[in-house]
C-alpha cells in the first residue's frame, strides 16, 4: 500500500485561504485515484473533493464546491487541495486517502490507503 501524509493545516480566519499537500512514499500514486476527506468532532468522515489519477477527471462535495480545488502532480507524487473562501463550518481534520483504480469514488469504504489527518481550523 502507498503510505500518505498530509501537511499544510493550520489556523485561518473566514475568507483565508489554505492549501493542504498529500505526499505519497512507498509506492507512487500511479493509477490510484486520490480523495480528501474531512471529519469535524462528533460527525462522520466525510467526502470533499476526488482526483482520478491522469488529474482528468475531478469530484467535489457540494459544500466546496467552487472554493476548493484538488489537483495532482504526478511527478511529485503529490496530491493538492487548495482552499479559498475558508468559512468556520470548514473547521475538520482532513484526511487524504488513495485507492488503486480509475473511477472517482466518494466512499471512504473504498479507500485503502489513508494519512494521518492534518487539522484546519477557521475562525470567523
Known amino acids: 500500500q502507498v503510505q500518505l501524509a498530509e501537511s499544510g493545516g493550520g489556523l485561518a480566519q473566514a475568507g483565508d485561504s489554505l492549501r493542504l499537500s498529500c505526499a505519497a512514499s512507498g509506492r507512487t500514486f500511479s493509477r490510484h485515484v486520490v480523495g480528501w476527506f474531512r471529519q469535524a468532532p462528533g460527525k462522520e468522515r466525510d467526502f470533499v473533493a476526488g482526483i482520478s489519477w491522469i488529474g482528468g477527471i475531478t469530484d467535489y462535495a457540494d459544500f466546496v464546491k467552487g472554493r476548493f480545488i484538488i489537483s495532482r502532480d504526478n511527478a511529485k507524487n503529490t496530491v493538492y487541495l487548495q482552499m479559498n473562501s475558508l468559512k468556520p463550518e470548514d473547521t475538520a481534520v482532513y484526511y487524504c486517502?488513495?485507492?488503486?483504480?480509475?473511477?472517482?469514488?466518494?466512499?471512504?469504504?473504498?479507500?485503502?490507503?489513508w494519512g494521518q489527518g492534518t487539522q484546519v481550523t477557521v475562525s470567523s
Open positions: 486517502a488513495a485507492l488503486r483504480g480509475v473511477v472517482v469514488t466518494r466512499k471512504t469504504s473504498d479507500f485503502g490507503s
